[in-house]
């Protein structure tokens, strides 16, 4: 029976951390998940597989057992004692230079899991299956798309999985990748344990009016020549509604205007909000008139006189 290396199914280091290897789990799970695949032998085992490995290395003692034994459980097998009392024995017989057998014996007829994991913790010929544990079922991801005005309002979405509908708060100030854990809604334990979880994973849309960062927003706003240098007022979009806004005089392009509290609400305390950051870009106009071309000159002439009056030339 060939060892099983459950960190190469997960892809991940044998120093890897519980998040990291939920992370990775979660991944490969939504990406082989029978619905994906239906009737894809080749994915259904992979999923599977993928579902072993999680169920070892996520729990501390089965990771642990997994860890010490390595590649010579086979040799513990036989013995019908606890695994870190044959751990210490082996220890012992390396010290005064005595070797164990490596003959194993098992119960692989549960086809739940793969006959090396029924042999490696199913207890070799002590264990039946009425010894063994209640594993919990797999937990699922799912992406749910929202929009920018959805994570700002709030909103409720109704779904169905496994034939169950069920009912989901986002609320304001939600975000693109947020987690939102459902617990006892993922897949059901083959083996009378608990259901696995359920996350749903949030997908922000982009909005085309702005640009999200942390909690502000950052707007865009085309200003004309005029209302550049001699200043005046603008209307600009909100999630909230539109408002008219001030433009200094002598506004630069790139010049930013914070509106305080008109960004999103924060979601940890949603009483409060960031601010919306209006960037200006001063539009020149591409054609003149005539008329307008000679009053530019004017005015040219006249900052030209200005200035050479100020140097004293």
Partial sequence: MNYKDYYKILGVTKDASLKDIKKAYRKLAARYHPDKN?????????????????EVLSDKEKREKYDTLGSNWEAYQHTGDDWRD???????????????????????????????????FGGGAQAGRQGRAAFSG???????????LEAYQGSKRTFKIHNENLRITIKPGSYDGQQLKI????????????????YIVLKVHP??????????????????????????????????????????????TGKILRLKGKGMPKYSTQSSFGDLLVKLN????????????????????????????????
Avoid: C
Avoid at 138 to 148: K, S, V, W
Avoid at 183 to 198: E, V
Avoid at 220 to 230: E, F, K, R, V
Avoid at 287 to 313: D, R
């Fill in 138 to 148: 797999g937990d699922i991801q799912a992406e749910m798309p929202i929009t920018l």
């Fill in 38 to 54: 239906p009737d894809n032998k080749e994915a259904e085992e992979k999923f599977k597989e993928i579902n072993e490995a999680n």
């Fill in 207 to 252: 909005d085309p009016r702005f640009e999200r960062s942390n909690d502000d927003l950052l707007y865009n706003a085309s200003i004309d020549i005029y209302t550049a240098i001699l200043g005046g007022k603008i209307e600009v979009p909100t999630l909230s509604g539109k408002l008219k806004i001030t433009v200094p005089k002598g506004s630069q």
């Fill in 183 to 198: 617990k006892g809604k993922g897949q059901p334990s083959a083996r009378g344990g608990n259901r696995g979880d359920l």
């Fill in 86 to 120: 044959y751990v210490n024995q082996q220890k012992q017989q390396k010290r005064y230079g005595r070797g164990g057998s490596s003959t194993f014996y098992g119960d692989a007829s549960d086809a739940d899991f793969s006959s090396f994991f029924e042999t490696f």
């Fill in 282 to 313: 001063v539009v020149l106009p591409k054609k003149l008139s005539k008329q307008e071309e000679s009053l530019f000159k004017q005015l040219k002439e006249l900052q030209e006189k200005e200035q050479n009056t100020t140097y004293g030339v």
